[in-house]
Every structure is written in structure tokens, then in C-alpha cells.
Nanobody, 125 residues
Framework: EVQLVESGGGLVQPGGSLRLSCAAS????????MSWVRQAPGKEIEWVSA???????????KYADSVKGRFTIDRDNAKNTLYLQMNSLKPEDTAVYYC???????????????RGQGTQVTVSS
């Protein structure tokens, strides 16, 4: 059974940082592209970032324009864990953040069939 469990969310002031983690189990983690998506209150789910399955040591990442330069996605295949380092947080980053397992061969962050239960991130003073 595929399981994705996010953690690390919380309340942070604007300009602050958080590091989200996603513990994966039930599948061979290293073989899958992974992504982070988020959903703000009253809005549709949007993609945040994605990272490829590590192939020959080459890492490929992508970021939504709204988070580029502030967020960093990473993965530790030995620990079956996906991360999202979020810096310079803004109130508009407030959302439930989900990690997701990308289904197809392309690094398409929204092409997923499995995602976790989410972790709440609130950016407010």
C-alpha cells in the first residue's frame, strides 16, 4: 500500500522558514518522480515543486514561479523521504501542503494518483 505522510507544517511569521518532510512507504521511492502541491482556502490545488527520480546521479527540479528562489525541493532515497525547504515565507503561501507520487515518466507535478493527507502551513503575524 502506497503511503505518503507529511510533517513539519505550522504557524510561522512572514519572512520565516519551515522544512516539510514526506515519509514514503509501500513502493520503491527512488524510482518515482515526486512533487509538492498545495491548496489554499477556497482555491484549487496548485503545484509547487517537483523532483525527478535520481537517474545516473542527475537531479532535475522544477518550481512554480510563485516560489522560485524561496523554496527548495530535495529527496533522500536512503530514507525514503521527500523534503521542501521553504524560506522567506509570505502570507500567500498559507495552504495545506501535500506530497505526491508522480505517475508518468514526465516530470509533471500534477500527474499523480497518490498524495498524502497534507500538512497545514500558516504564514501570519
Amino acid at each position: 500500500e502506497v503511503q505518503l505522510v507529511e510533517s513539519g507544517g505550522g504557524l510561522v511569521q512572514p519572512g520565516g522558514s519551515l522544512r516539510l518532510s514526506c515519509a514514503a512507504s509501500g513502493f520503491i521511492f527512488s524510482r518515482y518522480h515526486m512533487s509538492w502541491v498545495r491548496q489554499a482556502p477556497g482555491k484549487e490545488i496548485e503545484w509547487v515543486s517537483a523532483i525527478n527520480s535520481i537517474n545516473r546521479g542527475t537531479t532535475t527540479t522544477k518550481y512554480a514561479d510563485s516560489v522560485k528562489g524561496r523554496f527548495t525541493i530535495d529527496r533522500d532515497n536512503a530514507k525514503n523521504t521527500l523534503y521542501l525547504q521553504m524560506n522567506s515565507l509570505k502570507p500567500e503561501d498559507t495552504a495545506v501542503y501535500y506530497c505526491a507520487r508522480i505517475t508518468g515518466p514526465a516530470l509533471n507535478p500534477m500527474d499523480y494518483a497518490y498524495r498524502g493527507q497534507g500538512t497545514q502551513v500558516t504564514v501570519s503575524s
